[in-house]
Nanobody, 120 residues
Framework: QVQLVESGGGLVQPGGSLRLSCAASVSSFSIRIVGWYRQAPGKQRELVAYITRVGSTNYADSAKGRFTISRDNAKNTVYLQMNSLKPEDTAVYYC??????????????WGQGTQVTVSS
């Protein structure tokens, strides 16, 4: 059974940093595209960043220059380093591992989410 466990969320002041982790128990993790999504209250879920099996990355405009996605295939873990956090980054952050339905599909593999709150 596939399980994604996120950690690292919390309350941080504007300008601060957080590092999210997602440990995945899924077969062939190393060849799967993995992404981080977020959903703020009253808004749709949006892609923050993703990383391919060869380490290529892609970021939402809002994340460019501030967030870094990385992966450790030996640990079946993906990370999201978030720096210079802003109040508008406040959201529940979800880890997503692609399957045959693609990244971001409701039928792909999702974690339970971790809350990130940026506030003074």
């Amino acid at each position: 059974q596939v399980q994604l466990v996120e950690s690292g969320g919390g309350l941080v002041q504007p300008g601060g940093s957080l590092r999210l982790s997602c440990a995945a128990s899924v077969s062939s993790f190393s060849i799967r595209i993995v992404g981080w999504y977020r959903q703020a209250p009253g808004k749709q879920r949006e892609l923050v960043a993703y990383i391919t099996r060869v380490g290529s990355t892609n970021y939402a405009d809002s994340a460019k220059g501030r967030f870094t996605i990385s992966r450790d295939n030996a640990k079946n873990t993906v990370y999201l380093q978030m720096n210079s956090l802003k109040p508008e980054d406040t959201a529940v952050y979800y880890c997503n591992v692609a399957n045959e339905y693609g990244l971001g599909s409701s039928l792909a593999y999702w974690g339970q989410g971790t809350q990130v709150t940026v506030s003074s």
